[in-house]
């Protein structure tokens, strides 16, 4: 069974930006596709960015351009570079690990984007 940490959220005002990292345990992690969800409050969770164990990546339209998603397979983790943050990006964002049927979740972290 995988294990997720995520680590990296906070307080930052608009404009600001965060580095969002989540940690995996065993050995499936080069081999899976990874991504950051987010849940705001009242909301449903979505996607924010996917990687695949290749290395390629997609991300929800709302986020274009200012977020990055990366991954280090020798450390068993994955990233998520937000910029330019903006209210609207304040929510509990977690990460996925998802090889074949599958499926991890991490605890989430809390970021909140208010001046």
């Known amino acids: 069974q995988v294990q997720l940490v995520e680590s990296g959220g906070g307080l930052v005002q608009p404009g600001g930006s965060l580095r969002l990292s989540c940690a995996a345990s065993?050995?499936?992690?080069?081999?899976?596709?990874m991504a950051w969800y987010r849940q705001a409050p009242g909301k449903q969770r979505e996607l924010v960015a996917t990687?695949?164990?290749?290395?390629?990546?997609n991300y929800a339209d709302s986020v274009k351009g200012r977020f990055t998603i990366s991954r280090d397979n020798a450390k068993n983790s994955v990233y998520l570079q937000m910029n330019n943050l903006e209210p609207d990006d304040t929510a509990v964002y977690y990460c996925?690990?998802?090889?074949?049927?599958?499926?991890?979740w991490g605890q989430g972290t809390q970021v909140t984007v208010s001046s």
């Open positions: 990687i695949s164990g290749g290395g390629s990546t």
């Open positions: 065993g050995s499936i992690f080069s081999i899976s596709t």
């Open positions: 996925n690990l998802e090889w074949r049927r599958y499926r991890s």
